[in-house]
């Protein structure tokens, strides 16, 4: 059974920064594409980063580009979102997401396979 587990959320001021992470547990994760997502309410899930577990390929939004790096640990089996000067804009929900067996960024929610239960990111102004 496969479990993502979301953590480092909170409340924040603009212009702080966090860094959320994702154990990944279940199973081998070496041949899969991991991604953060983001949903605000009322809007749909948005594609944040994603990352190519066995090569270390990462993926951007062009609009978040240069404030958020995503990042692996392969020892803890757990992916990492950094975000720097955090803006209102970003507040969400943010859900960590891996697609087994695969290569390549994914940018497409439902073209993934298992999902965590999201941390709450709010950035007040």
């Known amino acids: 059974q496969v479990q993502l587990v979301e953590s480092g959320g909170g409340l924040v001021q603009a212009g702080d920064s966090l860094r959320l992470s994702c154990a990944a547990s279940?199973?081998?994760?070496?041949?899969?594409?991991m991604g953060w997502f983001r949903q605000a309410p009322g809007n749909e899930r948005e594609f944040v980063a994603s990352i190519t577990w066995r090569t270390g390929n990462t993926y951007y939004t062009d609009s978040l580009k240069g404030r958020f790096t995503i990042s692996r640990d392969n020892a803890k089996n757990t992916v990492y979102l950094q975000m720097n000067s955090l803006k209102p804009e970003d507040t969400a929900v943010y859900y960590c997401?891996?697609?087994?067996?695969?290569?390549?960024?994914?940018?497409?929610?439902?073209?993934?396979?298992?999902w965590g239960q999201g941390t709450q990111v709010t950035v007040s102004s």
């Open positions: 279940g199973r081998t994760f070496s041949s899969a594409v």
């Open positions: 997401a891996a697609k087994l067996g695969a290569l390549g960024p994914f940018k497409v929610a439902r073209e993934y396979d298992y």
